[in-house]
């Protein structure tokens, strides 16, 4: 079971409070993308072993989005934060390389 912390509300609670909404920090594309772009955008998505950054909403609580850094074979949770940032704050990337030494956030954008 992972235990998550809102970084809105501060709440932490079993994932069965929240609920994932897919890889975090797309690029979206707008109306004028061809359509290759597009069909890129919606349907071709990471499923890494390792070290993955993902979308999660508050259900349950404020309702808010947020992102989580989370290793998708160990379930360990490196933090939440903030869904309005375009990348993890250095805290985070900083646990992550401490555990995962090959892992940088520029292979990973």
Same mark, same amino acid.
């Given at each position: 079971?992972?235990? /998550?912390t @809102?970084?809105? &509300? ?9 609920? *994932?909404?897919? #890889?975090?920090? /797309? ?5 004028? %993308? ?26 349950y609580? &404020?309702?808010?989005w947020?992102?989580? *850094?989370? @290793? ?13 940032? /375009?990348?993890?704050?250095? #805290?985070?990337?900083d646990?992550? %390389?401490?555990?995962r030494?090959?892992? %940088?956030?520029?292979?990973? %954008?």
């Open positions: 079971m992972l235990m /998550l @809102c970084p809105v &509300c501060g709440a932490t609670a079993e994932e069965t409070e929240f609920h *994932a909404g897919g #890889e975090a920090h /797309l690029k979206r594309e707008g109306p004028g %993308s061809d359509d290759a772009a597009f069909e890129e955008y919606l349907f071709m998505r990471e499923n890494p072993k390792g070290v993955h950054l993902e979308r999660w909403r508050h259900v609580g &404020c309702g808010k947020f992102h989580a *850094a989370r @290793c998708t074979t160990t379930l360990e949770v490196f933090g939440t934060y903030s869904a309005q940032v /375009l990348e993890p704050p250095q #805290e985070i990337k646990k992550i %390389s401490a555990k030494p090959g892992w %940088s956030w520029r292979n990973y %954008s």
